[in-house]
């Protein structure tokens, strides 16, 4: 990330660009890792948050990134329910205070979502959204990030890019169940999705077996009772991969890859690069995103990832694209940060979550990780960043491993596992 003023960091995870502002308690759940974008802060700059950041992670954030805390401010938002961040801002008072934080400094916008609120919100406090020159170069980018985080919206674009994609139909939720049982007569299982999700929210696997004997086809309630869903082909799945880019006016820059680790479709972590299982996809990938950037750019857009299934005989197929800030952007921009000068200047590193046997405060599980030499050292550029916060539960840790090698990560989550008595380790 390259900023030529401050920055306000915006946390809107309530945001409606993935899913409904309705499904406000899966809205609320990714909310709780608004901590993680503490490390994106560098002098001068604002991070509008709307969970409450612990003293000692701030502390440790700032420590490891030699950021002076008198130089940053951090504005956390009382909770205000399931509605855009931008209005809670105004519902408790704060607008005014950011304004004269920021305005006056000529610095600009970094939403987590690129939605119409933040847009307004942009607007309203006289400043630009990073990375575009003005707001209304911002929202005219709008309706292609709402068409792209949408599985239709994604489906139509790749087929037209020509990308692979799994055999599949787009429908209406009342025809989903008949389109499903369709497509369930050449496939051994299916999966239904809703048109507007992340994270696996609302996805199903349906096999034969599930809709015999008159069984029908329970969807959940998102997208209300007409919404679009798109049905596929459930693939034999290797491996779930992704890559992210960078769309500037001089072309599209790949950033990084890897390999996601999901459970029912959910993303559960994530370890970059590529594993040498399908490395073999790394240049089909990065075309396909090219291809993809280029279609962005036309319509102004300047930052995505794009997701990818490789099946069990090594064939990759395009799946959705993330036309906004993901679960991977800010570790790697972490990671990128942390080992700057470094002697692991070209670092594997993975994301993940791990559950605890008993609750602990954050110092507690910091001091396991120094004693047992597992703490990131900036000297190395290795080891375990605590990188969310504490979790709500003080059990449910979500890391990072920053290593030489993809082995040395494994090495160091198995001893994490120990160290920190996960469930399971």
Same mark, same amino acid.
């Given at each position: 990330?390259?900023?030529?003023?401050?920055i306000?960091?915006?946390?809107?995870?309530?945001?409606?660009?993935?899913?409904?502002?309705?499904?406000?308690?899966?809205?609320?759940?990714?909310?709780?890792?608004?901590p993680?974008?503490?490390?994106?802060?560098r002098?001068?700059?604002? =991070?509008?948050?709307p969970?409450?950041?612990? /003293?000692?992670?701030?502390?440790?954030? +700032?420590?490891?990134t030699?950021?002076?805390?008198?130089?940053?401010?951090?504005?956390?938002?009382?909770?205000?329910?399931?509605?855009?961040?931008?209005?809670?801002?105004?519902? @408790?008072?704060?607008?005014? *205070?950011?304004?004269?934080?920021?305005?006056?400094?000529?610095?600009? %916008?970094?939403?987590?979502? %690129? !939605?119409?609120?933040?847009?307004?919100f @942009?607007?309203?406090?006289?400043?630009?959204?990073?990375? +575009?020159?003005?707001?209304?170069?911002?929202?005219?980018?709008?309706?292609?990030?709402?068409?792209?985080?949408?599985?239709?919206?994604?489906?139509?674009? @790749?087929?037209?890019?020509?990308?692979?994609?799994?055999?599949?139909?787009m $429908?209406?939720r009342?025809?989903?169940?008949?389109?499903?049982r369709?497509?369930?007569r050449?496939?051994?299982?299916?999966?239904?999705?809703?048109? /507007?999700?992340?994270?696996? *929210?609302?996805?199903?696997?349906?096999?034969r077996? !599930?809709?015999?004997g008159?069984?029908? =086809?329970? %969807?959940d309630?998102? &997208?209300?009772?007409?919404?679009?869903w798109?049905?596929?082909? $459930? %693939? !034999?799945v290797?491996? #779930?991969?992704?890559i992210?880019?960078?769309v500037?006016?001089?072309?599209?820059r790949?950033?990084?890859?890897g390999?996601?680790?999901?459970?029912?479709?959910?993303?559960?972590?994530?370890?970059?690069?590529?594993?040498? #299982? $399908?490395? *073999?996809?790394?240049?089909? =990938?990065?075309?396909?995103g090219?291809?993809?950037g280029?279609?962005? @750019?036309?319509? &102004?857009?300047?930052?995505?990832?794009l !997701?990818?299934?490789?099946d069990?005989?090594?064939?990759? +197929?395009? #799946?959705?694209?993330?036309?906004?800030r993901?679960?991977?952007?800010?570790?790697?921009?972490?990671v990128?940060?942390?080992?700057?000068g #470094?002697?692991?200047? *070209?670092?594997?590193w993975?994301?993940?979550?791990?559950?605890?046997?008993?609750?602990?405060e954050?110092?507690?599980?910091?001091a396991?990780?120094r004693a047992s /030499?597992l703490?990131?050292?900036p000297?190395? &550029?290795?080891?375990?960043?605590? +990188?969310?916060?504490?979790?709500?539960?003080?059990?449910?840790?979500?890391y990072?491993?920053?290593?030489?090698?993809?082995g040395?990560?494994?090495?160091?989550?198995?001893?994490?596992?120990?160290?920190?008595?996960?469930e399971?380790?």
């Amino acid at each position: 990330m390259t900023e030529t003023g401050p920055i306000v960091v915006f946390a809107n995870f309530l945001s409606d660009l993935a899913v409904d502002l309705n499904e406000g308690q899966i809205l609320t759940q990714w909310a709780q890792q608004a901590p993680r974008k503490a490390w994106l802060l560098r002098p001068g700059d604002v =991070l509008v948050t709307p969970v409450p950041l612990s /003293r000692e992670f701030l502390r440790y954030v +700032y420590d490891l990134t030699g950021v002076p805390p008198e130089s940053v401010a951090v504005i956390e938002v009382p909770p205000a329910g399931a509605v855009p961040l931008a209005r809670a801002v105004r519902e @408790a008072g704060l607008v005014g *205070h950011l304004r004269a934080l920021a305005a006056d400094r000529g610095a600009a %916008l970094l939403p987590t979502a %690129l !939605d119409a609120s933040a847009i307004a919100f @942009a607007r309203d406090i006289g400043i630009a959204v990073h990375p +575009y020159p003005t707001v209304e170069a911002a929202e005219a980018a709008l309706e292609m990030t709402m068409l792209l985080n949408t599985k239709t919206g994604f489906r139509e674009t @790749a087929g037209r890019l020509g990308m692979r994609l799994p055999v599949g139909r787009m $429908c209406r939720r009342p025809e989903a169940e008949g389109v499903a049982r369709e497509l369930l007569r050449d496939h051994e299982r299916v999966v239904v999705k809703p048109d /507007r999700s992340a994270g696996g *929210h609302g996805m199903r696997f349906v096999s034969r077996d !599930d809709l015999r004997g008159g069984a029908s =086809l329970a %969807l959940d309630t998102v &997208g209300g009772p007409d919404g679009m869903w798109v049905v596929e082909e $459930c %693939l !034999d799945v290797a491996e #779930s991969v992704s890559i992210q880019l960078e769309v500037t006016a001089s072309g599209t820059r790949a950033l990084f890859s890897g390999a996601m680790r999901t459970v029912q479709g959910s993303f559960t972590g994530y370890a970059s690069p590529l594993p040498p #299982s $399908c490395a *073999h996809v790394a240049g089909e =990938l990065e075309a396909w995103g090219t291809a993809l950037g280029r279609d962005l @750019a036309d319509h &102004g857009y300047a930052g995505f990832g794009l !997701d990818a299934l490789v099946d069990a005989d090594g064939v990759a +197929y395009a #799946s959705e694209s993330n036309i906004r800030r993901t679960a991977t952007t800010t570790p790697h921009t972490m990671v990128t940060r942390l080992t700057e000068g #470094s002697a692991n200047a *070209h670092p594997a590193w993975s994301v993940a979550k791990g559950w605890t046997r008993t609750p602990m405060e954050f110092d507690e599980a910091l001091a396991r990780l120094r004693a047992s /030499r597992l703490a990131f050292d900036p000297d190395r &550029g290795e080891g375990v960043v605590l +990188y969310v916060d504490v979790p709500p539960d003080g059990r449910s840790w979500r890391y990072a491993v920053i290593a030489r090698s993809a082995g040395d990560v494994e090495e160091q989550q198995a001893a994490l596992a120990e160290v920190l008595e996960f469930e399971g380790g």
